[in-house]
């Protein structure tokens, strides 16, 4: 045999071997989308696992759509979600397949309830490190101020979250400031997450989907913001039948409809809400110098979609709301106006190009305005600020196989900042300061890579690019340089790696640890410890650059009694470059020009945080509890001494629990404790030429009383395995039970005595909530 004809039958040896192992190995792609049955909303985070391959399985994304790349052959999959009975499904896979699975809500046994809708594994197996998922459901059961459900306050019950204060919505995350939480709802930013001054969120529950709460490190196709992510989706609507829920409170009340446009290819939802407090008050007040005076405000949700096949589905939501108070003192002939509120609208639209490859385009609008007008006798002042923003965006999500899941896209955003433009008029002077209306591009690129490494690794790691640019017409406050409108004036680019590893110690414990970059390029300026419609937002600028944000944690994760508790322990260290506070001894004034004001720093933040949960049974609920330290080094401010920022709490513990007795009543309650926050001190007071001077302590030197309350709630549902359409429940709720007087804020009062020189001040603490009882009719109709 010629070496020729052997070196033939050799490579055609080779070359059939290669082929068998390549048929062997021949894999196709399963992909679909997991639905409710009963209402065809998408289920955001279900599992679909592979029963005959352990370890192998996804969730569905954001959209409700899974992608996975098996082997020839048949399958066994199972398909599961919190609250919901599981479905399994066998497949054959000769070709790529589509596999739509709905779900059907199961009557939960009282030994069974389940707060969480996740895989039970999921704190343990994902990449993910302080990501907590919300069910509405569960958010309801638990004790509201004045009976109004709010899922903000429910994130402050969580560790490294902070409350802003006394009732209010607002929160801090990881030693972050408020503006550097990035709150989305549908995509969209909202700039203040506040109605009635803060005490309340502008999310309504009813219209709420999922919400999810990202603090251990944000995954690259976030950005913009340093400390979390706050993302909420709003839901649906009902694409088999119409239905009705709401609820009437001594506060607000609230309805939502819902309902097919087309069966079962296209839904709608509209969600209201307003509150009355005051308006039934009206009657009490118009005897007095108040009359005129109310306070109310109101927002609405609508959605709808449209699927035109398994392939594209469009989306359309927004929301508006508005606070709107009257001041009127007759007596003093004083009175102003403040409306205040945001607007959010996005279009979007889902294609799946193959059933490894699915895209989301997005087209957003999102508005913040706030507005005043008042005054005393012929003196008259009026005052705008605001935000508003157009937002383009496309983002992939691409599943090559089962090691990987990429995601990649780019954002745009057009800028248009109204900083302060303040008018003021005295019978026939007109005098004040117009401002400056500021315009700027953002825009970013990113691309991540969800890998499998083995049986024992899983990193996310990602890689953000974003630029800003900020554009006239400006004045340049450096050399008095002019540009013309939409020339650019300063650009800043930004470079944030992301990197998140899962190391599995063993089937019920994991090691995490994570590293993130974010650039942040605009700014909260504000006066307060919370976020006020009268804060300022303010862009990056010649004179005000990039916050800069390095977060580095490290975290162990433990499930016990097959998944019914969840333990985990958290540490983390941030840096945080170019902060700002205004400048020792700034004097509100809407005369200057507010860059002019600002002093620049930088931050430092650390803690140890714990986390217990009971998710399964008739008890259920949590501990959190956050040890930490956050710091501000500024060298025009303390002498260039650190010092505590005012959000700075050492010790904050929640314990959250609640209790299903029957069918009928469940219980609930919450204890919350929380060192008292930083403030500044008057330290003395003393007379130049007979005026009196305030002489202030170290900042941030002196700490208000501690906070802690006991919150109670009781839900009860009088015909719970009713078959009819129309079903109620009665909330009771009672807020600070033995009615702590917590501080809500400090003010002095001075005595002096110019001619003998003497003074003294004296400081006093404002409280704000004494016990207050509540009662909410929930009802619902399909």
Do not use: C
Not at 141 to 169: F, H, R, Y
Not at 174 to 193: F, H
Not at 238 to 254: H, K, Q, T
Not at 469 to 489: F, I, N, R, W
């Amino acid at each position: 045999m010629s070496l020729s004809l052997q070196v033939q039958r050799a490579l055609a040896f080779v070359f059939l071997f290669f082929a068998f192992s390549a048929a062997a190995q021949e894999k196709y792609v399963l992909s679909g989308y997991v639905k409710d049955a009963a209402t065809g909303e998408t289920l955001i985070g279900a599992a679909v696992a592979v029963a005959d391959s352990a370890g192998l399985g996804t969730v569905t994304n954001a959209y409700g759509f899974y992608s996975l790349e098996l082997p020839a052959g048949t399958h066994r999959l199972r398909f599961s979600y919190v609250g919901y009975a599981g479905e399994e499904a066998t497949v054959t896979l000769n070709e790529a397949k589509r596999l739509n699975v709905e779900l059907t809500e199961e009557s939960v046994e009282l030994q069974e309830v389940v707060v969480k809708a996740r895989p039970d594994d999921a704190n343990v197996k994902s990449t993910e490190m302080g990501t907590v998922g919300l069910q509405m459901d569960n958010v309801k059961k638990l004790p509201a101020l004045m009976g109004e459900v709010d899922v903000l306050k429910t994130i402050q019950l969580l560790p490294g979250v902070l409350s802003a204060g006394e009732g209010n919505a607002g929160f801090y995350v990881r030693g972050g400031g408020p503006d550097q939480n990035l709150v989305l709802l549908d995509e969209a930013v909202v700039y203040n997450p506040g109605h009635l001054l803060g005490f309340f969120s502008v999310f309504n529950a009813d219209a709420i989907k999922n919400t999810t709460l990202i603090k251990g490190g944000m995954p690259a196709q976030y950005g913009g913001r340093l400390s979390s992510v706050v993302d909420i989706q709003m839901k649906e609507g009902n694409d088999r039948e119409y239905a009705m829920e709401g609820g009437i409170g001594l506060v607000a009340s609230r309805v939502t409809f819902e309902g097919p446009i087309v069966e079962e290819r296209s839904s709608f939802i509209v969600s209201a809400r307003r509150t009355y407090a005051l308006d039934l008050a009206q009657p009490f007040l118009n005897n007095t110098s108040f009359a005129g005076t109310n306070y109310y405000f109101y927002d609405l949700n609508a959605k709808a979609n449209y699927r035109f096949s398994d392939e594209d589905r469009l989306y359309f939501s927004t929301y508006f709301g508005r606070d709107v108070l009257q001041f009127r003192s007759n007596a003093r002939d004083f009175n102003f106006d403040m409306p205040y509120g945001n607007a959010t609208a996005t279009l979007r639209w889902n294609h799946l190009f193959s059933d490894k490859l699915f895209m989301n385009v997005s087209a957003i609008y999102n508005d913040y305005d706030f507005g005043f007008s008042g005054g005393q006798g012929d003196f008259r002042i009026g005052l705008e600020s605001g935000v508003r923003d157009w937002n383009g965006k496309v983002d992939f999500e691409y599943f090559p196989n089962p090691k990987h899941h990429l995601r990649f896209g780019a954002n745009y955003t057009y800028h248009r900042l109204t900083p302060s433009l303040a008018t003021a008029t005295n019978g026939e002077e007109v005098f004040g300061n117009e401002g400056e209306i500021r315009y700027a591009h953002e825009s970013a690129v990113y691309l991540a890579d969800e890998m499998k490494i083995g049986s024992g690794i899983r990193l996310n790691a990602g890689l953000r690019v974003s630029a800003f640019t900020q554009l006239g017409p400006y004045t340049s406050k450096q050399d008095s340089t002019e540009y013309a409108a939409g020339e650019p004036v300063k650009t800043y680019i930004g470079v944030e790696p992301r990197l998140a590893a899962t190391f599995y110690l063993n089937a019920v414990s994991s090691l995490k640890a994570g590293v993130t970059v974010a650039n942040q390029y605009l700014h909260l300026v504000s006066n307060s410890t919370s976020t006020l419609p009268t804060d300022i937002w303010m862009p990056s600028s010649e004179i005000i650059k990039p916050q800069i944000g390095v977060q580095y944690a490290l975290g162990y994760f433990r499930n016990f009694e097959d998944n019914r508790y969840e333990a985990s322990v958290e540490i983390y260290y941030r840096d945080l470059y170019n902060q700002i506070d205004f400048r020792e001894n700034y004097v509100d004034d809407v005369a200057n020009d507010l860059e002019e004001e600002f002093v620049f720093g930088q931050g430092r933040a650390y803690g140890l945080e714990l986390f217990l949960q009971k998710k399964k049974g008739r008890f259920t609920g949590w501990i959190g509890y956050t040890l930490s330290r956050t710091e501000r080094i500024f060298p025009d401010i303390n002498n260039g001494n650190p010092y505590p920022a005012i959000y700075d709490r050492r010790h904050d513990l929640s314990v959250v629990a609640n209790y299903t007795l029957s069918k009928k009543w469940e219980f609930g309650g919450a204890f919350i404790f929380g060192t008292g926050n930083a403030y500044t001190p008057v330290q003395r007071l003393y007379f130049i030429d007979q005026f009196p001077v305030q002489e202030y302590g170290p900042r941030n030197s002196a700490r208000l009383q501690d906070y802690h309350r006991v919150d109670f709630s009781a839900t009860y549902t009088p015909k719970p395995d009713s078959k009819a359409r129309f079903r109620s429940s009665w909330n009771f709720s009672v807020y600070n039970a033995y009615s702590r007087q917590n501080p809500f804020f400090i003010y002095y009062d001075f005595e002096s005595d110019p001619n003998a020189g003497t003074a003294a001040a004296r400081a006093y603490q404002v409280s704000l909530f004494p016990v207050i009882p509540s009662v909410t009719w929930n009802f619902s109709w399909r």
